[in-house]
T-cell receptor, first 117, second 113 residues
Framework: DTGVSQDPRHKITKRGQNVTFRCDPI?????LYWYRQTLGQGPEFLTY????????KSRLLSDRFSAERPKGSFSTLEIQRTEQGDSAMYLC???????????????FGNGTRLTVT | QKEVEQNSGPLSVPEGAIASLNCTYS??????FFWYRQYSGKSPELIMS????GDKEDGRFTAQLNKASQYVSLLIRDSQPSDSATYLC?????????????FGSGTRLSIRP
């Protein structure tokens, strides 16, 4: 179990640029989540996948945000035309979901800290 | 998105005392509940999972769940300075194969020597 891996750890970009983050979940985990966290707040749900299927995307999320999980393995989160308000920690988490009404706990990566100047 | 309410704190507790952290949630069908600890600048780490009404103990930690009252709590006995962190309540939203986990804003806990 190598844990959830996120890359890069830090990203500084200028407003208007596109950025892409990668997440490698724990290998046997079928669910993968993306959250965003700002100072003093809890993780805010962005989107999640079960295998390669995107189950839900937050209604609060701008169309500038897109995520993929090809082949149900790693996932990428892209932000187009970044804005200063996008500055945050982007957290990826994975779990093994058994397909019933109960959820298994999430295992988090170390996060990607995005700064938009 | 359903709501998760936590007292933001900071909650200050003397070393060796019991820290009590509370959480209420709005989704009546939630079945899975988690407590995470987050140190400053770090990612959340799982402390406890609880799925049934009542108490669940793990070392110095006890989670308490009351689904009828939509209330979950975390007790930390014999509080240590290393327990100083933000504690996040994370219930499941929805009851289906597409349910997901959401988070409260967290309670900052400070253990004073």
């Amino acid at each position: 179990d190598t844990g959830v891996s996120q890359d890069p750890r830090h990203k500084i970009t200028k407003r208007g640029q596109n950025v892409t983050f990668r997440c490698d979940p724990i290998s046997e985990h079928n669910r993968l989540y993306w959250y965003r966290q700002t100072l003093g707040q809890g993780p805010e749900f962005l989107t999640y996948f079960q295998n390669e299927a995107q189950l839900e995307k937050s209604r609060l999320l701008s169309d500038r945000f897109s995520a993929e999980r090809p082949k149900g393995s790693f996932s990428t989160l892209e932000i187009q035309r970044t804005e200063q308000g996008d500055s945050a920690m982007y957290l990826c988490a994975s779990s093994f979901h058994k397909g019933q009404g109960y959820n298994s706990p999430l295992h988090f990566g170390n996060g990607t800290r995005l700064t938009v100047t | 998105q359903k709501e998760v309410e936590q007292n933001s704190g900071p909650l200050s507790v003397p070393e060796g005392a019991i820290a009590s952290l509370n959480c209420t949630y709005s989704d009546r069908v939630s079945q899975s509940f988690f407590w995470y600890r987050q140190y400053s600048g770090k990612s959340p780490e799982l402390i406890m999972s609880i799925y049934s009404n009542g108490d669940k103990e793990d070392g110095r930690f006890t989670a308490q769940l009351n689904k009828a009252s939509q209330y979950v709590s975390l007790l930390i006995r014999d509080s240590q300075p290393s327990d100083s962190a933000t504690y996040l309540c994370a219930p499941q939203e929805g009851y289906s194969s597409a349910s997901k986990i959401i988070f409260g804003s967290g309670t900052r806990l400070s253990i004073r020597p």
